[in-house]
């Protein structure tokens, strides 16, 4: 038998192998990928926290990372990052944590997404809410009629009234705020996002608290 007669058989088994390791990643990667709620394993069973990766994520036993829904933090390097991360790490590390989902149990990353009980009673979404260190952040008109999103609303409001952290930096305002309508975003009138927008898809809103105290959270590109 001839070399090349002998490499064909080795070619074709390297590819189906390659093939089978291919095929197994894309079906652990779409399981990961799952958004739909499924059936919640029990608390004591899976969700313990066992790192803080910053004001608004944990990771629990067992591997998954919790994205706190509704929620957002400053990222790494900005201001009250590190006091967020702080506080999640103090009311929820180590400790046993319940979780209540919204429509969707997954997001694209493969995280879970909820709210997050820590020993079934403190709800950590509202704990970092009410010291001022995250502002809400929706997507969708149906969020408003969660329990748990009207109580962060009641949250935010008080705090941006108390100006407790966030809310208690000055920044520099402007005349008007802009919105793309159904949108829950919020942006300053020269914003990129909203500068190519037709007229009659934008609403102005007289001011930034104004526009928290609806539910609107601030815009990651112009920062109002």
């Given amino acids: 038998m001839s070399a ?25 990667l779409t399981l990961r990928l799952v958004e739909d709620v499924g059936e919640e394993r029990l608390a004591g069973e ?14 629990l ?19 009250f990052h590190d006091q967020a991360a702080e506080l999640l790490e103090k009311i929820a590390l180590g400790k046993k944590a319940r979780i209540e989902y919204g429509d969707k149990r997954r997001d694209r990353y493969g995280r879970l997404l909820g ?5 079934d009673t403190l709800f950590a979404n509202q704990t970092i809410i009410d ?11 149906q969020d408003l009629k969660s329990h748990q999103i009207k109580e962060l609303l009641v ?29 829950f975003r ?23 608290k104004e526009a928290l105290f609806e539910g609107l959270s601030p815009c990651r590109t112009c920062h109002p």
């Fill in 131 to 141: 010291s001022g260190l995250a502002c809400l952040f929706l997507f969708d008109d």
């Fill in 115 to 119: 709210f997050l009980y820590v020993e």
């Fill in 4 to 28: 090349t007669n002998q490499t064909k058989p080795r070619k074709r088994s390297w590819f189906y192998s390659a093939a089978l390791i291919l095929a197994v990643v894309i079906i652990l």
């Fill in 186 to 208: 919020f942006h300053r009138p020269g914003c990129t996002i909203v500068s190519g927008k037709k007229p009659e898809s934008l609403r102005n809103i007289e001011t930034k």
């Fill in 46 to 59: 899976r969700y313990v926290v066992v790192r803080v990766i910053d004001g608004d994520t944990v990771e």
């Fill in 155 to 183: 949250s935010q409001r008080q705090a941006i009234e108390e100006k407790r952290g966030l809310w208690g930096v000055e920044q520099k305002s402007e005349d008007f705020y802009v919105s793309v309508k159904n949108s």
């Fill in 61 to 79: 036993m067992g591997g998954d990372r919790l994205r706190l829904l509704a929620i957002d933090t400053p990222e790494r390097g900005e201001l």
